[in-house]
């Protein structure tokens, strides 16, 4: 693939200044671009590799154009830019036309217009595909589940009975949607197991990563809303309700029953402890567990932050004690005020 | 499915207060259920719920009695009953009949009555597979595993050679039981494998949920006990021997050589590092790592608790210097004493 | 099998005390082995269980000869010598010769000599293999994936499509190489896909786990660096690079762009947050959060230690409150110094 710089800039919807007639043939980073690749400069702390880059051409903002030695697509939000970029250069095979002979579809599917069913897939009775949507190898479909138009299920994805994908939904590699939430009532030393009749409802444009796992619901639907990100090993637990456009970094753990606003960002590693409800508007950082409903939008952590062993160690005995020192400079203090 | 709600008090052995002749069709939650459902009251913080609810019915304790508009069944623990109903309403295909002819099942394997293989599943050499067990699609049993009698494994479970499972052991999609532990000897910068001659060896009525890893042992088995339940995406390392009815929620990573007593409840995303026991009874709350032994039952927790960042990061600039606070405590405390 | 102790001395390069003569018949732990077993005592924690073993022999340093009872390997490192001999005593039946029928292999692959593809398995086109790999049952390899020699990929491993392995690489069940990265650029309130055009390269005598992700980097590889060991279910974001001969334990979650040094350690359910580099030689603790770059090499923990629940609620409350603690702490040593 080679696109013309002056054509980029069209296609980007940004000024252009250098050599429009410059062919570029695929991305690169400031630091290992080559002749022929754009670039692209976003945070600041990378400013540095801008006099140095050998990529011919760089997508920038206003405020670098005159540090840049090569031609240069001035954006707004050179990142936003950079991401439209990639999708220019971006050459996948498509999926195989048709069922593969070694998937196992069951009579009573409905297929829409060049659906694609890859290999050792199973689809299972009462599964309906949506048209232009891609199975990939190795999946297992569902009895009655319904999957809008263009999804695509990359490889080895599971969908439990009945769960609804909407519109352009893509699930990567071994993700598990719809299985048992974990539900038990514990009848003196027994555990009597909950039934799931409820089911996993997801939206449109929704992208789920690898390895995650989100379950069905009781009795309601487990709702993943418009827009929402989900990235690789991420669990979701029963009845959870996330709002649209909410972002979800790897490994987050969502308990049972939480409810997360819109355009929230649960940040890698993070958790939520079951049946609370985070506003709108919050971010959570790495790792960190909302053990509490959040009423207000801004950001939010717990943890200590990372120190050498050596001081963890006095630190926690500290902490550990934190209650009976803060008793003691109680103590000092009245007895100060006294004197 | 119909049943008069008398009957559904005799088969749940509870007190029926109300319309006994009425029909109930399904389960609903308090808020969302229609005529025709029978809800549950069990948490007090959803008692607001009551009097608004559509329920024809609601399983309730006899504190509520008086406040529940709808029929009602009277119950010691509502939320066991509730647990019990959900069996009576569920209603899930049952796995079809024999081999699938897309599965690969081995000449030398012994298989019970009425056991179920699903589509592309493998079944290896020397395996044996009790009555009544269903084997879903897509899965591996590895050669000389023995499953016992009405085990369900879902959909794409991968078991390793030798793996035994006790009787009705149902495993969720993804889950993978008796991959080599993580074990190295370093010998300078470089690692000696630990080759694994343990296995995994699981109770009668354990679940297991979906992407969940548990190693198999390297001299003796890694053992799960009866009646315990684990969640999704749970990581239980080489050796651990895990007591009966023990819970394991979602994500937490378990280490190498733990043994974890009976009726213990590990929280979500909890964690405890290797050769450590775990007394009897003991809960770890969610997030919380376990960083040695426990002799003692209760519940122990980690951690700090999330707060706005802006506060968090003040915080922890005075958490990491804690130990010089202390000794400027004493220090204060000496110089008082003195005056 | 059975080899003889003498003949046993010899092949482990180490010095025997006792009856050469004795066959050993397989590895077992002090307190479990029986007659015809070989122990190992590395952990002095173990050290009280030498008197009433039942091991045959037992490996074990100079320090503890006097006090075995048994016959003995004198070795300087016992756990490494107990690594060799698990491979010495490590039965396990090779993969089947060939490709397994039910295997849908594309016609445009390379296969080199003795690979084995097993059941189920989906190998796309472009794909090479190299000699003696093994490719086990319900794996997919994308297309132009290259696998160097001697590989192992247990069972339902997914590599995405240009992933490359070097040579004598190991991967257990159901772990995902090579999705894509989870990469939004913002614009408003959407979210615009980044494409991957990067992929995953992986060195040589590498070993990764089950269930474990790494995703495929921007626009340069993920590299993961030789000798490196990752256990089961870890996350590793896009374009991060690891050094050679680091360990990785169970459940880490590594966010993008992170440089990981040589012969570093991080911690099971460890995390690193995105853009930072650790050094060469950096021991990270369990379920600790690396939240900035670490320039010395050393030991570094987060968190608190885990406490009764009662207690550690009280300390957390103080924790909150730390910074006005200080401030008041500050006061009181102010006024104190006035008088």
Same mark, same amino acid.
Not at 47 to 54: C, E, P, V
Not at 70 to 92: C, G, M, N, Q, W
Not at 94 to 104: C, F, L, S, T, V
């Given at each position: 693939?080679?696109?013309?710089?002056?054509?980029?800039?069209?296609?980007l919807?940004?000024?252009?200044? %250098?050599?429009?007639?410059?062919?570029?043939?695929?991305?690169?980073?400031l630091?290992?671009? +080559?002749?022929?690749?754009?670039?692209?400069?976003?945070?600041?702390?990378y400013?540095?590799?801008?006099a140095g880059?050998?990529?011919?051409?760089?997508?920038?903002?206003?405020?670098f154009?005159?540090?840049c030695?090569?031609s240069?697509?001035?954006?707004?939000?050179?990142?936003?830019?950079?991401?439209?970029?990639?999708?220019?250069?971006? +050459? &996948?095979?498509?999926?195989?036309?048709?069922?593969?002979?070694?998937?196992?579809?069951?009579?009573?599917?409905?297929?829409?217009?060049?659906?694609?069913?890859?290999?050792?897939?199973?689809?299972?009775?009462?599964?309906?595909?949506?048209?232009?949507?891609?199975?990939?190898?190795?999946?297992?479909? %569902?009895?009655?589940? &319904?999957?809008?138009?263009?999804?695509?299920?990359?490889?080895?994805?599971?969908?439990?009975? %009945?769960?609804?994908?909407?519109?352009?939904?893509q699930? @990567?590699?071994?993700?598990?949607?719809?299985?048992?939430?974990?539900?038990?009532?514990?009848?003196?030393?027994?555990?009597?197991?909950?039934?799931?009749?409820?089911s996993?409802?997801?939206?449109?444009?929704?992208?789920i990563?690898?390895?995650?796992?989100?379950?069905?619901?009781?009795?309601?639907?487990?709702?993943?809303?418009?827009?929402v990100?989900?990235?690789?090993?991420v669990?979701?637990?029963?009845?959870?309700?996330i709002g649209?456009?909410? +972002?979800?970094?790897? /490994?987050?753990?969502?308990?049972?029953s939480?409810?997360? %606003?819109?355009? /929230? +960002?649960?940040?890698?590693?993070?958790?939520?402890?079951?049946h609370?409800?985070i506003?709108?508007?919050?971010?959570?950082?790495?790792?960190?567990?909302?053990?509490?409903?959040?009423?207000?939008?801004?950001?939010?952590?717990?943890?200590?932050?990372?120190?050498?062993?050596s001081r963890?160690?006095?630190?926690?005995?500290?902490?550990?004690?934190? @209650?009976?020192?803060?008793?003691?400079?109680?103590?000092? &203090?009245?007895?100060?005020?006294?004197?």
């Amino acid at each position: 693939m080679r696109i013309k710089l002056s054509r980029l800039a069209e296609l980007l919807d940004v000024e252009l200044e %250098g050599d429009g007639e410059c062919e570029i043939v695929g991305l690169g980073a400031l630091a290992s671009a +080559v002749p022929g690749q754009l670039s692209f400069l976003s945070n600041p702390a990378y400013a540095g590799q801008l006099a140095g880059t050998r990529a011919s051409a760089v997508i920038i903002g206003e405020k670098f154009r005159a540090s840049c030695p090569a031609s240069k697509l001035i954006s707004l939000d050179p990142y936003v830019t950079f991401a439209r970029a990639t999708a220019l250069f971006h +050459v &996948e095979a498509g999926p195989p036309a048709g069922i593969h002979p070694a998937a196992a579809v069951h009579e009573e599917v409905r297929l829409g217009k060049d659906v694609s069913i890859g290999a050792n897939s199973v689809i299972e009775a009462g599964a309906a595909i949506g048209a232009g949507s891609a199975i990939g190898p190795g999946c297992v479909i %569902g009895a009655g589940c &319904e999957i809008g138009p263009r999804c695509q299920l990359r490889r080895a994805v599971v969908l439990y009975p %009945g769960v609804r994908l909407g519109r352009n939904v893509q699930i @990567d590699a071994n993700s598990v949607i719809g299985a048992d939430g974990f539900g038990y009532a514990f009848d003196g030393g027994k555990s009597v197991k909950i039934h799931h009749g409820g089911s996993v409802r997801i939206g449109d444009d929704v992208d789920i990563g690898a390895g995650t796992t989100i379950d069905r619901g009781v009795m309601d639907d487990t709702v993943i809303g418009n827009g929402v990100k989900i990235d690789n090993q991420v669990q979701i637990g029963h009845n959870c309700v996330i709002g649209d456009h909410t +972002v979800i970094c790897g /490994c987050a753990a969502i308990a049972g029953s939480v409810v997360i %606003g819109r355009h /929230c +960002v649960m940040g890698g590693a993070s958790g939520a402890v079951g049946h609370i409800t985070i506003a709108d508007g919050v971010e959570v950082s790495a790792m960190s567990l909302v053990s509490r409903s959040i009423a207000e939008p801004g950001r939010y952590s717990s943890g200590t932050g990372h120190m050498k062993t050596s001081r963890w160690k006095r630190v926690i005995t500290r902490f550990q004690e934190l @209650d009976e020192m803060a008793l003691r400079l109680q103590g000092l &203090e009245k007895r100060f005020k006294k004197d």
